[in-house]
């Protein structure tokens, strides 16, 4: 591990996450982030609150008779941000692809519009913001009854992945966790059951994976698996099935089999658990802040802080 790394702050709640984005924002030129969408009031209460604390800069992309009154309504004046006035969904991805590809922005924010429609052509060929290797979603949590931050993974974008795509995933997800100034993160690769189990495949790919960080083929984490969500993160469940492991019960990361499964627990998380949560796709170019159009503002504005810790991590190499 080298020393940069180990000298990222360690960021342990939600508040340190905003800390931390404001501290790097206002150590040189502010991040900018780039709203595909942006004629959404949670939205712009959120790049609204980012610009007065210092976190980014916004340019929003969308129908501009929506978004201009947004920005009034919140007590702001207009002209601090450059508003894009864009007809349909695709002039609007487009328009945000060519101002990133131009340099005119750090990050990428999903907005009232689907993320199908944002990738299709925020990743064409013509922009250059694909990179080689697998984009992925890595949600970030902080369930009430957890001394830390929980990364979820991949709620949002890989379906059903292969074992080769599970590799990838977790690499995303540890870079994250790198950003957050996690040195080694403890990778959980979750299944139904604590043990391999010949009816259950996805417990050989689990106990795969394992091996292999221990063989120094997926580097700088810990992983363990097969193991179920609650050995994962819960201390008397590891002690009552007697598991020894440095991951369980103290994960930082929880890998599931699907995206529905993910989807599913992050979003139990947040409404069960009093999660607050921040998500972002990595694997293009720059970042992208990704959470539901339903979240509300401060899970937006905890989702533009993670984008820009990930991309200052990203681009001090």
Not at 49 to 70: C, K, M, T, V, Y
Not at 235 to 257: F, H, K, L, R
Request: a negative charge; hydrophobic letters at 45%.
């Amino acid at each position: 591990m080298n020393s940069r790394k180990r000298e990222i702050p360690l960021i342990r709640t939600f508040d340190d996450l905003i800390h931390r984005a404001r501290e790097i924002s206002g150590a040189g030129e502010p991040h900018r982030v780039a709203v595909a969408g942006a004629n959404d009031e949670a939205v712009i209460e959120a790049v609204v609150r980012a610009r007065n604390e210092g976190i980014a800069e916004a340019l929003l992309f969308g129908d501009a008779e929506r978004i201009l009154p947004l920005l009034e309504q919140h007590n702001t004046n207009p002209r601090d941000f450059k508003v894009v006035n864009t007809s349909d969904d695709d002039e609007t991805t487009e328009a945000l692809a060519a101002a990133v590809y131009g340099g005119k922005a750090d990050i990428i924010m999903k907005g009232n519009i689907t993320t199908s429609k944002l990738l299709k052509n925020v990743l064409k060929q013509k922009y250059g913001l694909r990179r080689k290797g697998l984009l992925s979603h890595t949600a970030i949590l902080s369930p009430k009854r957890y001394p830390k931050l929980l990364a979820v993974t991949d709620g949002g974008m890989v379906v059903s992945p292969s074992f080769e795509q599970k590799v990838e995933i977790i690499r995303n997800a540890v870079l994250v966790d790198w950003a957050l100034g996690i040195e080694v993160p403890k990778v959980a690769v979750t299944t139904t059951i604590d043990y391999i189990v010949p009816d259950f495949p996805e417990t050989f790919e689990a106990a795969a994976l394992s091996k292999m960080a221990q063989r120094g083929q997926i580097k700088s984490c810990e992983i363990d698996g097969p193991m179920s969500f609650d050995t994962a993160i819960w201390a008397p469940a590891v002690e009552y099935e007697g598991i020894v492991s440095p991951v369980a019960g103290q994960a930082d990361i929880v890998m599931t089999g699907s995206i529905e499964e993910g989807n599913i627990l992050a979003k139990s998380l947040v409404q069960f658990a009093g999660a607050a949560f921040g998500g972002v796709i990595v694997g293009a170019k720059v970042p992208i802040s990704l959470v539901s159009r339903a979240d509300d503002s401060f899970n937006k504005l905890a989702s533009i802080a993670l984008a820009v810790v990930v991309s200052h991590y990203i681009r001090a190499g």
